[in-house]
């Protein structure tokens, strides 16, 4: 028989051990190395089994252990040491209590997933694991966010592989009580309850739980309680499980509720609400519209509540495909909001805001990132390439820019080096190196010798083969009951082998199967007698994804094959616990997407904070990063007249690099059996990419790029009982109104000799009719650069005009200045006008220009 509910009975903590009690619900044990180590201690087996769980360890912790450590003198001693740094920890300035000028006093940061610890199962993949790198290092650096997310009852899903290689998933329920969560309660105990009204008179309700990621709280809400109906208990049932309108109501509690949330607890803790609202790509687009409603009630417009909205909202797109965009049925979300849900809010500005009114959208849906643009005023992809990729994506949101000037920047991801350096690998620059901080040491130095790093590098090699070998038994074991594991597990790959690493999700253009394309040649490669390679692959595939499950299934099936199961394996059910092995102990990082599809890709991040080095498609981070010393770029070939042509080209390249280079520059060795060439890279890849690779120079871009300017805009919004959102909102009904009437009637220049010399001016004059607008509203600008045979101009600049005095009546203004002529080649130029005003953080925020002809 089966249970129906499953839960953790504790044993009662010795008083004098209620220090391991405080360590295990802070979630800062997840990247907090000597905290790992004395959870472990209590019981190595339970942490192992468990990934690394404080919360598990001390519930299978009996009566009698927890007695016997309890009598240890020494043991009492480490517990309270630990918890005296924690208090430190918790209460001492940091970088952010250290920077001058103004800050937000707090930070709302909302995303569907949040990956802190395998223990906490609330993650899918790269999105998640982003968010909770983003918690962790914004907690180290004393940045002030409260993180916004959901509770899934069943996280993601567990990942079996079939016999026949097939993607099985299971959904195991989780326990709150047994995960370190706490309920927010009111003062009078009961359970603190945000609500939101839907269609045919009913309502949904969801608890917050709370978790303490160090320094930062992060709130997740949870719909399965009973004051729910059936039906609407399971909103929060799974991660990106649910069709349209389950994926709908997810994401409206998820925004709606998280301002709610983030309300009801600055009045039960008496603390600052947020001043700026950082939306972790479109899923959480709603909370800008509950705001909007908030300052309807407090007696705005809509479009004055807008600017103030706006001003305060940072949104980071992470898709570079329209495909990977949330977009509901518009009817849906007409339902949907034409209720109480958002008081004061018309469904037809609702409805506006997701609308795909540009050339090529579809009239019958709304769209989560495109609303999520119109709500923020502050908006970046996460590397420089996908910046450049959103900016196109998304160009038809402001018609007539140029894709340089749509207003979207970047800010590329990091990862958080304490949660993905492996132990031994900090351990080794504490001792040599004087800091236990990977990303600040100097891994250039001598005081570390290479025979030094070369054995680490190994350790940690040979940790992954023994990890891989214990998960393979165990999911044999979990298939095959009765059955003993071959004995073939035991010989499964070579701590001694050049091990290669690929994991991520499983959609197609990650191209899981492109190391297959030859199957024959990549036999060769991994069965070399001299220069043998190994392949660890992971990754799950969306449960609707059947393409995906059948790529994993053709690696599986060659995996299967008893010539080469020693040199590659698939390990099932990719997590947390499984990547903290896996990234440490390889010795290259595979990563090859269809370019420009990798919006960035931090798993090879991880990898070179370990020493690891990448051999990976120009997509993502790793276009602006390779060097030629820190790895390998795997030639694109672009220009290939199918997608079949473009696989076995890039295949071939693969294949070519591995052969003459990876493989050679491993295993070339010294006398003293060192690969001297191998070591000065990861020398190389250690100094260089750690400290622009960490979650910290990630976060503190965040702070002084975006959060700093969006608070000081919703300060300059909301001062004066919101005397500049009225005005900004006046200005821009205005201008609006106006633009027709604004055209450049006429150009003409000179200042220049017949053959124009470099460090010559060139005077332009243009003729601009303004219609009712004034010059103190407009920008006249020459747009210059490299012109291309197409005349397109290119690594523009721009010079703004100045208005040479009042017209006569009907005529036209007359702006004048003067452009240097800086460099040699082809120029070109125009001249555009935009809307200007203190308050724009951008010349294209409106979508209004006018050029010359």
């Not at 009662?12 to 800062?28: D, Q």
């Not at 997608?643 to 076995?648: F, G, S």
């Not at 001062?719 to 205005?734: M, N, Q, T």
Request: aromatic letters at 8%.
């Amino acid at each position: 028989m089966r249970a129906i509910r499953r839960f953790t009975v504790r044993s009662v903590l010795p008083e004098s051990l209620s220090a391991l009690s405080e360590l295990a619900v802070n979630l800062r044990w997840a990247w907090h190395e000597p905290t790992r180590q004395i959870f472990a201690h209590i019981s190595p087996e339970v942490w192992t089994a468990t990934e690394g769980d404080p919360v598990a360890v001390l519930g299978a912790a009996g009566t009698e252990r927890l007695e016997g450590l309890a009598a240890d003198p020494g043991f009492v001693a480490w517990a309270n040491s630990l918890r005296d740094d924690l208090h430190a920890y918790l209460g001492g300035e940091r970088w952010y209590q250290q920077l001058e000028g103004q800050k937000p006093a707090s930070i709302g940061y909302f995303s569907p997933e949040f990956g802190i610890a395998a223990a906490l199962p609330q993650y899918s993949g790269g999105l998640g694991i982003l968010a909770g790198d983003h918690l962790k290092a914004a907690s180290d650096l004393g940045v002030p966010i409260i993180g916004v997310g959901l509770f899934y009852r069943s996280g993601y899903f567990n990942q079996a592989i079939s016999r026949e290689g097939w993607q099985l998933e299971s959904y195991p329920l989780l326990d709150p009580d047994g995960l370190p969560l706490s309920v927010l309660r009111q003062a009078d105990g009961s359970p603190a309850q945000i609500v939101l009204a839907l269609p045919d008179d009913r309502a949904l309700y969801a608890r917050i739980w709370q978790a303490q990621v160090g320094r930062v709280r992060l709130l997740l809400l949870d719909t399965d309680i009973p004051d729910n109906d059936d039906d609407l208990r399971s909103v929060t049932d799974r991660l990106y499980g649910g069709g349209g309108e389950h994926r709908l109501l997810q994401e409206m509690l998820l925004g709606i509720g998280g301002v709610r949330a983030l309300t009801i607890l600055a009045e039960l803790t008496d603390t600052e609400p947020p001043e700026v609202f950082h939306t972790n790509e479109g899923h959480a687009g709603f909370q800008g519209l509950e705001r909007v409603s908030d300052l309807i009630g407090n007696g705005l417009t809509f479009d004055e509540a807008l600017q103030v909205v706006r001003a305060s909202t940072v949104f980071t797109t992470h898709t570079p495909v329209p495909a990977g965009i949330d977009r509901f049925e518009r009817s849906l979300v007409e339902r949907y909001f034409s209720t109480d849900m958002l008081p004061g809010l018309e469904v037809e500005r609702v409805l506006a805001l997701g609308a795909e009114d540009y050339e090529g959208g579809s009239p019958d849906v709304f769209n989560m990132a495109v609303m999520g643009l119109r709500l923020a005023q502050r908006a970046n992809g996460v590397s420089v390439l996908h910046g450049d990729v959103s900016r196109g994506m998304f160009n038809g949101l402001w018609p007539g820019f140029d894709k340089a000037d749509v207003p979207i920047t970047s800010v590329t991801n990091g990862v958080h080096a304490p949660t993905w350096v492996d132990p031994a690998l900090q351990e080794l620059a504490r001792e040599r190196l004087g800091t236990q901080d990977t990303t600040a040491a100097d891994w250039m130095s001598p005081a570390v010798g290479d025979g030094e790093l070369w054995a680490v590098r190994g350790r940690m090699r040979r940790q992954l083969v023994l990890d891989a070998r214990r998960r393979v038994t165990e999911a044999w074991r979990a298939q095959n009951p009765a059955s003993i594991a071959p004995a073939w597990f035991n010989g499964l790959l070579d701590p001694d082998v050049l091990t290669i690493g690929f994991a991520r999700r499983v959609p197609t253009y990650k191209r899981l199967t492109l190391m297959l394309h030859d199957p024959a040649r990549l036999k060769s490669i991994l069965l070399n007698p001299e220069r043998p390679i190994q392949l660890v692959v992971a990754g799950k595939s969306h449960p609707a994804d059947d393409e995906g499950k059948r790529l994993i299934q053709k690696l599986v099936q060659f995996a299967s094959d008893p010539e080469v199961r020693h040199r590659i394996v698939f390990l099932p059910n990719y997590d947390i616990g499984m990547a903290q092995t896996l990234y440490p102990g390889t010795d290259v990082w595979l990563n090859n997407p269809l370019r420009p599809l990798e919006a960035c890709g931090t798993s090879g991040m991880k990898a070179a904070l370990n020493g690891g080095l990448n051999l990976s498609i120009l997509d993502g981070w790793w276009n602006e990063y390779y060097d030629g010393d820190n790895g390998w770029a795997i030639p694109t070939a672009d220009g290939a007249p199918d997608a079949e042509e473009r696989d076995r080209l890039e295949s071939e390249a693969l294949y070519d690099l591995l052969e003459h280079q990876v493989a050679p520059r491993f295993y070339d060795r010294d006398a003293d059996g060192i690969p001297a060439n191998w070591m000065s890279s990861i020398r190389h890849t250690l100094a260089t990419l750690s400290p622009e690779l960490s979650a910290e120079r990630m976060v503190r871009q965040y702070v002084e790029r975006l959060y700093v300017p969006a608070t000081l805009a919703e300060e300059q919004m909301t001062s004066d009982d919101y005397e500049h959102a009225r005005e900004l909102s006046a200005w821009k009904d205005r201008i609006r109104a106006g633009w027709p009437g604004v055209a450049v009637v006429h150009v003409e220049s000179g200042g220049l000799d017949e053959t124009p010399q470099v460090g010559e001016e060139l005077h332009v004059r243009a003729q601009v009719q303004l219609g009712d607008l004034a010059p103190d509203d407009v920008s006249v600008e020459v747009v210059y650069g490299h012109a291309t045979s197409a005349d397109e101009l290119t690594e523009t600049s721009t010079v703004r005009l100045s208005s040479a005095g009042e017209p006569a009546d009907g005529a036209a203004r007359i702006f004048t200045g003067t452009v240097p002529l800086a460099s040699s080649g082809t120029f070109g130029y125009t001249v555009r006008v935009v809307p200007r005003h203190t308050y724009l953080a951008s010349e294209a925020e409106l979508g209004l220009i006018a050029v010359a002809h």
